[in-house]
């Protein structure tokens, strides 16, 4: 899903002018250039451009695999809710979790997968953030339409979906905020319902309880591990933020089935 912030370039390894600099001036200079000028704003091209490269380069090889297999699934088990949902309202509210899903795992997958351009890079970035506040007001849609009396769904809905643009308009307009500023967000959004929990329990059951809360915790030791950068059990292959990513897919799991559960 989130990409981790931009690395430095690997230590000894000298940076290298924009593009468009000239080949004997030093990057360094080319930054320090007057405000407004041509100059700056190659310089500033090319230095974004070499972080990048090496953010790319220390990337770990399994990167942006787990939601890429797990799309295609996510598809086929949204296609399944809407089938088994027993009314309109339930059809729309499954409908609207489906698509959540599929745009958080689809455009992270392409996102970490693929190698992009700064302009590319920025609005994938973006979306991929964007999309962890869809998926949690998207998860609570089906829970709160096929769990909650109309006036509680209401307020569980209205609370939930204006925290998620909110947040949305936060990380498109502020895309450089430090993650210890917007990981906070994605947690405390996600426990909106823990007021609701009892009712959760009430209509659909222990197991329904069970698996709302397994699924928030889950995502939360996500949140922690994304925002601690630990643990990074191998940076080459497999680092901190594959084990986020690991964990939320077993929250997904663990949501999709009281969901399940829940519309049958």
């Known amino acids: 899903m989130i990409a981790e912030d931009a690395q430095p370039p690997v230590h000894g ?3 290298q002018p924009g593009p468009e600099a000239p080949p004997d001036v030093p990057l360094a200079a080319a930054v320090d250039a007057p405000a407004g000028t041509a100059g700056r704003l190659t310089a500033a091209a090319g230095l974004e451009g070499t972080v990048e490269r090496a953010a790319a380069a220390l990337k ?22 809407i089938a088994v949902s027993r009314s309109a309202a339930a059809v729309a509210a499954c409908s609207v979790y489906a698509l959540s899903a599929c745009l958080l795992f689809g455009t992270s997958a392409v996102y970490h997968r693929g190698t992009w351009g700064p302009r590319g890079e920025a609005v994938l970035r973006r979306l991929d953030h964007a999309n962890i506040f869809l998926i949690i007001a998207g998860t609570y849609t089906p829970l709160a339409v096929l769990l909650l009396p109309t006036g509680q769904q209401r307020v569980l809905l209205a609370a939930v979906w204006a925290g998620a643009l909110v947040g949305i308009a936060f990380r498109v307009l502020w895309i450089g905020a430090p993650r210890r500023l917007y990981t906070p967000c994605y947690i405390v959004l996600g426990w909106v319902a823990v007021f609701y929990l009892p009712d959760f329990a009430r209509t659909g059951g222990v ?12 995502y939360t030791a996500g949140a922690v591990v994304y ?3 630990r643990p990074d059990p191998s940076p080459a292959w497999f ?5 986020f990513h690991a964990l939320t897919i077993a929250a997904f799991t663990a949501h999709y089935t009281a969901i399940l559960l829940a519309a049958t």
């Open 207 to 218: 197991a329904v309880l069970v698996l709302v809360i397994a699924g928030g915790l889950l």
């Open 227 to 229: 925002g601690l950068k």
């Open 60 to 81: 770990p090889r399994m990167r942006g695999w787990l939601h890429a297999g797990v799309f295609p699934l996510a598809l086929v088990g949204g296609i399944v809710l």
């Open 239 to 243: 680092g901190f933020h594959e084990v």
């Open 13 to 15: 390894r000298e940076s």
